[in-house]
């Protein structure tokens, strides 16, 4: 059992630790992004697109990086009474606090599908079933959403991302979880 919790661990350590170190990147991009709109804006006619493109970047920077952030432990914590716990106690608190927050993100995670399913067109009240069908190539894509700005991009590519994003960040609480289960049991992680 040990085996499979720590085959899980390092799997998805590894796709995170991946994927953030490449999104560590998106910060240059959003530079760019506001560097040119600065450029534009002073130089030659304003670029209608660089508002929402920099939103877009900074949404996917935070989203897909966040499972790094978790698993490298920089996401803020209240270390008033948690820095002086022994490591049993932090392990016992840390179990609790990461089951919280899989509830958490597994909320989001129903209202980003439902928000993405009503984005590729779908106003029926069983979101879920209707993405795994546009996936499957049994649902058909209704009129897609756009951003009522004058650039109008889609919505949907985003609220992919978002949905991804959670869905790393969740297959990193377990991974968490199961490293605290492992401390408990007196294992080195």
């Known amino acids: 059992m040990q085996g499979?919790?720590?085959?899980?661990?390092?799997?998805?350590?590894?796709?995170?630790?991946?994927?953030?170190?490449?999104?560590m990147y998106g910060i240059f991009v959003l530079m760019g992004i506001l560097l040119w709109s600065s450029i534009s804006k002073t130089f030659f006619l304003?670029?209608?697109?660089?508002?929402?493109m920099a939103q877009?970047?900074?949404?996917?920077?935070?989203?897909?990086g966040g499972p790094y952030s978790i698993q490298m432990g920089s996401n803020v914590r209240?270390?008033?009474?948690?820095?002086e716990w022994?490591?049993?106690?932090?392990?016992?608190?840390?179990?609790?606090?990461?089951?919280?927050?899989?509830?958490?993100?597994?909320?989001?995670?129903?209202?980003?599908?439902?928000?993405?399913?009503?984005?590729?067109g779908y106003w029926g009240s069983e979101p879920v079933s209707y993405l795994a069908g546009v996936v499957f190539g049994t649902e058909e894509i209704g009129r897609l959403e756009r951003s009522p700005t004058?650039?109008?991009p889609y919505i949907w590519p985003i609220k992919v991302v978002m949905i991804f994003g959670m869905?790393?960040?969740?297959?990193?609480?377990?991974?968490?979880?199961l490293?605290?289960?492992?401390r408990l049991t007196g294992e080195d992680i």
């Open 167 to 177: 869905i790393l960040m969740i297959l990193q609480c377990f991974s968490e979880f």
């Open 86 to 120: 022994s490591p049993s106690r932090k392990a016992w608190f840390d179990l609790a606090t990461v089951l919280l927050l899989i509830f958490y993100l597994c909320v989001l995670l129903y209202g980003a599908v439902s928000s993405t399913a009503y984005s590729l």
């Open 179 to 182: 490293k605290d289960v492992l």
């Open 150 to 152: 004058a650039w109008r």
């Open 4 to 23: 499979v919790m720590r085959g899980y661990i390092s799997t998805v350590d590894a796709v995170n630790r991946r994927i953030g170190r490449v999104m």
């Open 46 to 52: 304003p670029s209608l697109w660089t508002l929402e």
């Open 56 to 64: 877009f970047v900074m949404v996917g920077y935070y989203i897909l």
């Open 78 to 83: 209240m270390d008033l009474l948690y820095g």
